[in-house]
């Protein structure tokens, strides 16, 4: 650990101490997506990881504004994982990132997932199928796996870790499969994922659920996600506070829903209750 590392997370010893820092430097950690994803991707670089692997082959548009991190007028047109590197390191330079500008795909999943000690899975609900690649690749590999979604301003994060011979995979849980068709799957995902609907949004969300209108996303909700995702990885990685963590694995995430003042550990609504 360097004198400019201490000097970047001074404020941030006090919390963790220099041993678990050390181990969050030297912490591979994997994000697939890179629009929701991207301010987990920064918010994980200000905790002090330093080792990156980011997969998004997509540009910013206009409307990514309302959510996505560096989403700006200035970037519309310009690739998302160039941009949120360039950000990364403006914050900290000494960071080692590989960039995957494909996406997560059959052909570069092995090669994303190598020497990767974490994977944040905030692919888009429309890529299912590489949703899906993603999860089953990483627990074969046992390598633990966060997986993100928002619900206005509100978020669900869980982890799906190999390591608990009690847990379900993601397929298992969900019951998503390749051979499924895309409503199918985004309606098991959704059954997966999410405890409840805010009333603000059911409208919409149905209209979407339906195909017949766009899913709805806003900013808070997207940092709400990148915040939980965040506080997980540490969790599981180590205690940081004076009581034990809270460290559910699937079929149990994390609920968050800020207009209501809700903070709750659920189980998977996939479980029919079980």
């Given at each position: 650990m360097d004198e400019l590392y201490r000097e970047r997370f001074a404020r941030t010893f006090g919390i963790l101490d220099e041993s678990q820092m050390r181990r969050i430097s030297a912490t591979t950690v994997a994000v697939a997506g890179l629009g929701?994803?991207?301010?987990?991707?920064?918010?994980?670089?200000?905790?002090?990881?330093?080792?990156?692997?980011?997969?998004?082959?997509?540009?910013?548009?206009?409307?990514?504004?309302?959510?996505?991190?560096?989403?700006?007028e200035a970037t519309i047109g310009k690739r998302k994982d160039d941009t949120l590197i360039a950000e990364a390191r403006a914050v900290n330079p000494a960071i080692a990132v590989e960039a995957f500008a494909d996406g997560v795909q059959?052909?570069?999943?092995?090669?994303?997932?190598?020497?990767?000690?974490?994977?944040?899975?905030?692919?888009?609900?429309?890529?299912?199928?590489?949703?899906?690649?993603?999860?089953?690749?990483?627990?074969?590999?046992?390598?633990?796996?966060?997986?993100?979604a928002t619900l206005g301003h509100g978020a669900v994060v869980m982890v799906?870790?190999?390591a608990d011979p009690a847990a379900p995979s993601f397929a298992q849980l969900s019951g998503i499969t390749a051979e499924g068709g895309r409503q199918e799957n985004l309606d098991r995902f959704v059954t997966m994922?999410?405890?409840?609907?805010?009333?603000?949004?059911?409208?919409?969300?149905?209209?979407?659920?339906?195909?017949?209108?766009?899913?709805?996303?806003?900013?808070?909700?997207?940092?709400?996600?990148?915040?939980?995702?965040?506080v997980q990885i540490?969790?599981?990685?180590?205690?940081?506070g004076a009581r034990p963590p809270a460290r559910p694995t699937a079929p149990r995430g994390v609920f968050c829903e800020p207009v209501a003042l809700r903070l709750e550990e659920f189980v998977s609504p996939a479980t029919g209750g079980r």
């Open positions: 929701m994803g991207g301010s987990t991707f920064i918010d994980l670089v200000r905790l002090g990881f330093e080792r990156f692997h980011v997969a998004d082959p997509d540009v910013y548009e206009r409307t990514n504004i309302n959510r996505q991190r560096v989403a700006t059959a052909d570069n999943v092995e090669r994303f997932l190598d020497g990767v000690d974490w994977v944040v899975d905030t692919v888009d609900v429309y890529a299912m199928d590489c949703k899906l690649l993603l999860a089953e690749r990483a627990h074969q590999r046992g390598i633990p796996l966060v997986s993100c799906f870790d190999p994922m999410m405890p409840e609907v805010p009333d603000y949004m059911l409208e919409q969300a149905q209209r979407a659920m339906e195909g017949k209108g766009h899913i709805p996303f806003v900013v808070t909700g997207v940092e709400v996600a990148a915040v939980l995702a965040g540490l969790n599981h990685m180590f205690a940081t």
